[in-house]
């Protein structure tokens, strides 16, 4: 049995960074050390586990994890991420004095929404070392990611949240049709044979599709749209239809931060919107500079 007495906790940083970058030099990298200092603390774990832990490929590239180094991984990376959490609670969180980066998964759509007014907020209120990073959900890590501490918050729709997670509710969303100004088509809401019969930008988050779910409220109706070009980002939805006489059915605050541009209309038919929500896992329900993270995040709605 390990007497954690006789362990540096510096150490089982050093391990769980190992066992993610799976070579010394990238983990010496990311931990601000030497390669030699970091190779001296994988000698030190050796002993101390009596495991070898990590092994050179046989490729002569990067290091291969131990079989008891692999069943560790997980419980260590948690165990750091609760002893993070207690510390962090117990220090309080000044935001001119703090030095903390923020990774927040959103979409475009709500980076666009959210994301300038929140860096606005950030840029009055926070010091140079406070920094935010926007990153693209991953919809089949992003449970994983949010456990791991990969990534802080979630800015997504209420099919994107994991169940297990703490939850905000944002603001509801509808779809309104956008066009650029100066459509040929002028300036009246469309009828539904007119709203069918137009060229229309499908954003396709997943990539490449071309039939969504308003998509299946026109099939309900026995209607089909002319889908002409199918982007996987709002933001390139919004420059197409700018560039083209096409139309795009997007939410309406995204079309509305984009009135000097885009001109939009109510659907002729009825469409569910959806709810934006914040996420996080409950570990870090206590931790405070979380928790003024999402104040901003609020306070971006307004």
């Known amino acids: 049995m390990v007497d954690l007495r006789g362990i540096d906790l510096n150490l089982l940083v050093t391990l769980d960074m190992l066992l993610a970058e799976r070579n010394v030099t990238r983990a010496a990298t990311r931990l601000h050390l030497t390669q030699p200092a970091v190779s001296t603390q994988l000698a030190r774990?050796?002993?101390?586990?009596?495991?070898?832990?990590?092994?050179?490929?046989?490729?002569?590239?990067?290091?291969?994890?131990?079989?008891?180094?692999?069943?560790?991984a997980e419980p260590?990376?948690?165990?750091?991420?609760?002893?993070?959490?207690?510390?962090?609670?117990?220090?309080?969180?000044?935001?001119?004095?703090?030095?903390?980066?923020?990774?927040?998964a959103a979409s475009d759509n709500a980076t666009s929404v959210l994301g300038i007014r929140l860096m606005e907020a950030l840029s009055r209120e926070a010091g140079p070392g406070v920094a935010v990073a926007f990153v693209v959900p991953e919809l089949q890590r992003i449970a994983a990611q949010l456990e791991s501490?990969?990534?802080?918050?979630?800015?997504?729709?209420?099919?994107?949240?994991?169940?297990?997670?703490?939850?905000?509710k944002l603001y509801d969303e509808r779809f309104v049709l956008a066009q650029r100004k100066g459509h040929p088509r002028g300036a009246r809401p469309p009828t539904l044979p007119g709203y069918c019969a137009l060229r229309h930008v499908l954003v396709s988050t997943s990539g490449g599709s071309f039939h969504g779910f308003m998509d299946e409220h026109l099939e309900a109706l026995g209607r089909k749209r002319d889908v002409v070009a199918s982007v996987q980002s709002f933001a390139?939805?919004?420059?197409?239809?700018?560039?083209?006489?096409?139309?795009?059915?997007?939410?309406?605050?995204?079309?509305?931060?984009?009135?000097?541009?885009?001109?939009?209309?109510?659907?002729?038919?009825?469409?569910?919107?959806?709810?934006?929500?914040?996420?996080?896992?409950?570990?870090?329900?206590?931790?405070?500079?979380?928790?003024?993270?999402?104040?901003?995040?609020s306070g971006a709605v307004a």
């Open 76 to 104: 260590l990376r948690a165990a750091l991420k609760d002893l993070e959490s207690v510390l962090r609670y117990r220090a309080g969180f000044d935001p001119r004095e703090a030095k903390r980066r923020f990774v927040i």
């Open 236 to 297: 390139m939805a919004v420059e197409l239809l700018c560039a083209t006489d096409c139309v795009a059915t997007l939410p309406a605050r995204l079309a509305m931060r984009h009135a000097d541009r885009l001109d939009s209309f109510r659907l002729p038919f009825k469409a569910h919107g959806f709810t934006l929500s914040a996420a996080w896992h409950p570990r870090n329900h206590a931790d405070p500079g979380l928790r003024w993270l999402l104040e901003r995040v």
């Open 149 to 168: 501490g990969e990534v802080d918050l979630l800015l997504g729709s209420e099919r994107m949240v994991p169940s297990a997670m703490k939850a905000r």
């Open 45 to 72: 774990l050796r002993r101390v586990f009596g495991d070898p832990l990590l092994i050179p490929a046989e490729s002569g590239r990067g290091m291969v994890p131990s079989a008891y180094a692999l069943a560790m």
